[in-house]
């Protein structure tokens, strides 16, 4: 097959893809819109919407159907993202960590993973430290081998779905035959004994749940070694070339509901005897916003769908998440604003919908780092301002 290069790939959605768009958007107008609000408050994980989504098979979409998935591609998997976020960004990001960890990640053992894509369980990834969150490789968590058993202490904090998950993969440095530490990945029960999870109160997406797990002398089988040994980083770069698609879409899905609204709110808003649409200070900045989510679609399907082609995207995904977070950023705070006060009370959507969509800018590589990647790819490494060796 001729490698596609981003100048000759036209986005082409096929008229499944379309079909099931209709779905989920049906899906999530019903059965996740309506209570968005009731969850923000709660601050808790909402365990009958997680039910819900599994039984209409968006936690498994992309999972083979042996696994009770759906064995759809990655562009689906960017469609639910997008129509989940249109009505709530936590349950779009349940989504997408389910699907990508729980997927794309190898070593959960096939009940678990049918499980997760029936919505009766939940898989998290414990990475990030106190020293390690962009700086992945920092990792302090350590897992000595003990005969056929690995020993795993260390701290994890910042991780999503936790309290909740009852599985994690943790990353954790392993020692190698050849003496080196390098990173690997084990699946680990939040149950075991030795583990202990609390919340850490966040801001917005606050039905997703962030939290803190402390491993004191975890004791796991060999068996837990989630890919191979030494093989952590690996895998969490095939999940992170996914996953980065994922977040600017559930960006532009809340984005475009702030901006459909924003237009309906200010053909109806009379100041000074007319519509505030009319003036076109109102109106340019909403045009200009709707280009820019277009433009970031765009941008986040191309690179899904490279992936789907089994071609790497980290370039595509980078670009695709750094613009697409940032601009649906810029136009929910110009939506909040063109709602005047009424924006800014906690009765209207857009103060919700800027707190659960500033967690976007964090989860799996903030934006600085998405340019930082760039600048590698582009400049090269040595202008990156990483440790070559990472
Ligand atoms: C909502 C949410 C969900 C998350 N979910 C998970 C999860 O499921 N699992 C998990 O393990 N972790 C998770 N995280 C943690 C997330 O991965 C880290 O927050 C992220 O990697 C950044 O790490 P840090 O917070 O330690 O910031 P730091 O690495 O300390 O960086 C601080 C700031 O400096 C900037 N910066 C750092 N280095 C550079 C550089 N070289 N050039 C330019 N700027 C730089 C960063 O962009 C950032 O703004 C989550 C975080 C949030 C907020």
Known sequence: MNKMTPGNLVLNFTEEHECYRAYVRNFATREIAPNSRKWDEENKIPWDAVRKMGEAGLLGVIAPKDMGGQAR?????????????????????????????????????????????????????????????????NTSTVAIRDGDDYIISGTKIHVSLVPGAQVMAVTAKTETEDSKMSISMFRVDADLPGVTVSSMEQMGARAHQLGRVIFDNVRVPSSA????????????????????????????????????????F???????????????????????????????????????????????????????????????????????????????????????????????????????????LLVRELFGRDFSGLDPSA
């Not at 960890?101 to 919505?119: F, S, Y």
């Not at 070339?241 to 702030?258: D, E, H, M, Y």
């Not at 007319?274 to 340019?284: D, E, K, L, Y």
């Open 225 to 264: 070694l989630m890919g191979a040994d030494g093989g952590g980083r690996q895998a969490l770069n095939v999940r992170f070339n996914v996953s980065r698609c994922l977040s600017p879409l559930a960006a532009i899905g809340a984005a475009q509901t702030a901006l459909e609204e924003t237009i309906e």
């Open 73 to 137: 591609d990655n562009v689906s998997l960017g469609i639910t993202i997008e129509e989940l976020a249109r009505a709530d960004i936590s349950c779009a990001i349940i989504c997408w960590l389910q699907a990508s960890i729980g997927t794309l990640m190898p070593g959960w053992g096939a009940d678990t993973v049918r499980a997760v894509n029936a919505g009766e369980k939940m898989v998290a990834l414990a990475m990030s430290e106190q020293d390690s969150g962009s700086d992945v490789g």
């Open 266 to 372: 200010t053909k109806n808003r009379i100041v000074y005897g007319r519509p505030i649409a009319t003036n076109q200070a109102v109106s340019f900045p909403l045009v200009e916003h709707w280009t820019r989510i277009e433009a970031a679609r765009l941008m986040a399907y191309r690179a899904l769908t490279l992936t789907t082609l089994g071609q790497t995207s980290m370039q595509e995904a980078a670009m695709a998440k750094w613009f697409g977070i940032s601009s649906a950023k810029e136009a929910i705070t110009d939506c909040l604003q063109l709602h005047g006060a009424d924006g800014y009370l906690v009765e209207y959507p857009q103060e919700q919908r800027l707190r659960d969509v500033t967690a976007l800018s964090f989860t799996g590589g903030t934006i600085n780092i998405m340019k930082v």
